[in-house]
């Protein structure tokens, strides 16, 4: 269970409830849900993607020879003109354009044949990097960085892209990623870096000011400022490529950065609005991952796209050093992110869809029982039933994909432990079938406000997961939360608290041995929470859930993994094993494949809060992954 950052506050406060009511209890529960939860990534309020059922992957418009930093306008006539870096072109090319009726067939116009104090017409004996490409009334504008690192715009026709070009002279020293933004009253402003703007006079040739740097407005964050990795929120909208747009009577804010997402180096691009060229900037959105430095451009259809040029060291993306097109809508709180029409990201998980949406789950757990049928549990109600409200419910299905609610099968009793007046929330149950006692197991844990998590476990009583289940002990089994239990070939064990576990002893009421700490040949735990194990053909996988990229904004929660020949360890350096998989279960179907469980825990997931599956390739030498879109299994 994603643990919230706000836990800590509330622990250290010993909140409580009067002994008045339900109804006290029921306010601040929505309290909770309304204002802690209010920007969870969790909630698909804050999503950036929200494919549909037809949604396709991006597709390249741009191939010719491989490209980065692409920037792409559009000409008066409806065409179209494209510059960018060339990549391993084994010469010096200036600016390089082409051109496209169509935005599909390009043609090539060489390097553009720039003039002006120190450039030579024609000129290719310089590489000019990550130039781009501006079009205002009936002029074509190239911005660059020439070889001093001077800033610069060329002025030519849009009618003649293939003409002349007249630069001006050095508008800053050392700026790179330079574009041009001209407004609709012809007022140029030369943007560069991660989002310095400074106007020019008119011609563009010298700063009319001097340079200022936007951001988000920090007013913004008076009440619900960022906290721990959220930090870049705070101080800017990318860190390169920056570029600035108009739509309407707002001005867009572009810019790129390598935020850790996904635990790989994907470059995702970043918007903020704000109502003059100067802000005050919005909050920065996530607006379409993996798209590398790019620009923003208006489609035949009026609506704005963004362009996806990701580097090829972006292991998720779906192509690189090519051009595509990513269409942009408007989130009902009016952010642009990508349409969802499309996907951008290439993995199995990007293309999954979820199996139950009738309500909420987190922390899902899958397990196929001895009758043949496949078992479903998780969180519920959002972030977890209040006691003495639900308790944990279970699903059953034959083919892993259509599910059947069988109802609550454990509702708050036998547990052995009083929590007084304190909120108590149910977290994370896990079931289990286990064959060597030919029953079903159910640990879950529960969190109480003020004194922390504990995990109980119970049995079934009939050998059948619907129950009844009777607590194995007294009280609680362990403190800590996540509780897994795992058959091994010499007995059961039970795994909890990011990586403690022990053998149980023949009744099940205890451990037997020591309580070891299961961690990766650097020491450290495989993922900080959600733990869980799967044993193929000998060797050990251990799960966990980890955050990768800003926490509580645009960051991933994915599912982590290490190996091992020994259950005690240590286990491999931890590694990605599925995005956005976080705390959730492994397991072989009846076929022999193998699954993992997800509910959804940040932005960029295919969906948020539900259960789902995401099927894993478990490959030799012992490793997870998850296969490419185009070779998804259902």
Known sequence: MNKPTWMHGLMLAGLTLAPSAAAQQQQLKAAVADDIFADHPSMDKNATVMPAADARPV?????????????????????????????????????????????????????????????????????????????????????????AGCARVATGLAAQPGG?????????????????????????YLVWGGGTIAKLDPGFGKLAEAPRF???????????????????????????????????????????????????????????EAPTPYGPFTMRALAVPHAGRGSIVRTDDGTLAAVYNPKCDDGFAMFCEKVGLVPLDRAPDGRLRQAASVITEDSAVAARKALVTSETMRDPSVTLGGDGFYYLVGTLDGYGYHKPDGGVKLWRSADLKSWTDVGFIWKWEGMGYDFGQNIAELWAPEIKWVERDKTFYLAFSVMERGVGGKTWLYRSKTGKAEGPYENVTKSYFAKGIDGFPFEDDDGLYFLWG????????????????PVRQLVDVDGDHVGYEGNGLIKVDGV????????????????????????????????????MGAPHGGHGTAFRDKQGR??????????????????????????????????RIDSVRD
């Not at 490209?67 to 792409?72: G, T």
């Not at 966990?544 to 991933?556: C, Q, S």
């Open 59 to 147: 597709a390249p418009v741009f191939s010719d020879r491989p490209i980065a930093d692409a920037s792409v306008a559009r000409l008066p006539d409806g065409g179209w003109v494209l510059t960018g870096t060339q990549i391993r072109s084994g010469t010096r090319h200036g600016v390089a354009l082409w051109t496209s009726t169509d935005g599909k067939a390009w043609k090539a116009l060489g390097p553009a044949k720039i003039s002006g104090a120190g450039i030579t017409p024609g000129d290719v004996s310089e590489r000019y990097l990550a130039p781009s490409v501006t079009v205002a009334g009936d002029k074509l504008y190239l911005a660059f960085s020439d070889k």
């Open 164 to 188: 002349a070009f007249a630069a001006s002279p050095c508008l800053v020293e050392d700026a790179a990623d330079v574009s041009l933004f001209v407004d609709q009253d012809g007022t140029g």
């Open 214 to 272: 936007l951001k988000p407005d920090q007013a913004l964050f008076a009440k619900h400022p960022p906290v721990g990795k959220d930090w870049p929120v705070r101080t800017r909208v990318g860190t390169r490529g920056a570029a600035m747009v108009r739509d309407g009577d707002r001005y867009i804010l572009a810019a790129s950065e390598v935020t850790g997402r996904i635990r790989t180096a994907t470059e995702d691009l970043f918007v903020a």
């Open 498 to 513: 990011g990586g403690s576990i022990a053998k149980l002893n023949a009744a099940r009421s205890g451990f037997e041995g």
């Open 540 to 575: 050990y996988f251990l799960t966990g859930a980890e955050w990768h990229g800003p926490l509580r904004t645009h960051g991933t929660y994915d599912m982590m993994y290490g190996t091992s020949k020994s259950l005690f360890g240590p286990y491999t350096q931890r590694r």
């Open 594 to 627: 193998y699954w993992y469980t997800m509910f959804g825990n940040d932005p960029t997931a295919p969906w948020r809060m539900k259960f789902g599956l995401v099927p894993i390739d478990i490959g030799d030498p012992a490793s997870i992954g998850v296969p």
